[in-house]
Each structure stands twice: as C-alpha cells, then as structure tokens.
C-alpha cells in the first residue's frame, strides 16, 4: 500500500518506517508536493534507478521539450547546403 507522508513524520517515525518498509511505500511530501518515493530496497535494485531517473528527467522537461519541437515546427522550412 502506498502511504503519504511529510517530511516532519519521517524524521519522527523513520524506525517504524524502516519496519514496514517491504509491507508499505511511502511518498514524502514538502508542503504538500511529493518530493521523495521510499522504496525496498534488493540485491540488484539498483539496476533499476538509471531508467527511472531517466524517465523522471523525461517527465520534467516534457513541456520543454514539447515547446522546443512546437517552435521548430512553426519555423519556416530551411534548406541545408553543404
């Protein structure tokens, strides 16, 4: 099950946390917007954290992304000569 947490509950319960851990996930929040994801931890997880960071730095610049490629679609046809 997924728990919300703030930051202030996790600095008081972080032994009860770390024991319930592979039962419960949690979603720290910072005035009120998730900050962290705390998760089990297994031999080998850490494989896993490449594609996720890569797919969070995806989700992040997707407006960015989504501007630059609407801009570069505006723009006027060019032709390149090399």
């Given at each position: 099950?997924?728990?919300?947490?703030?930051?202030t509950?996790?600095?008081?319960n972080i032994?009860?946390?770390?024991?319930?851990?592979?039962?419960?996930?949690?979603?720290?929040?910072?005035?009120?917007?998730?900050?962290?994801?705390?998760?089990?931890?297994?031999d080998?997880?850490?494989?896993?954290?490449?594609e996720?960071?890569?797919?969070?730095?995806?989700s992040?610049?997707?407006?960015?992304?989504?501007k630059?490629?609407?801009?570069?679609?505006?723009?006027?046809?060019s032709?390149?000569?090399?």
């Open positions: 099950m997924v728990k919300i947490i703030p930051t509950k996790v600095q008081q032994g009860g946390i770390s024991a319930t851990i592979g039962q419960d996930l949690y979603i720290v929040t910072n005035r009120g917007e998730g900050r962290i994801v705390m998760l089990p931890y297994f080998g997880c850490d494989e896993h954290f490449n996720y960071m890569e797919d969070y730095v995806m992040k610049n997707k407006e960015v992304l989504k630059r490629y609407q801009k570069s679609s505006d723009s006027k046809k032709v390149l000569t090399v």
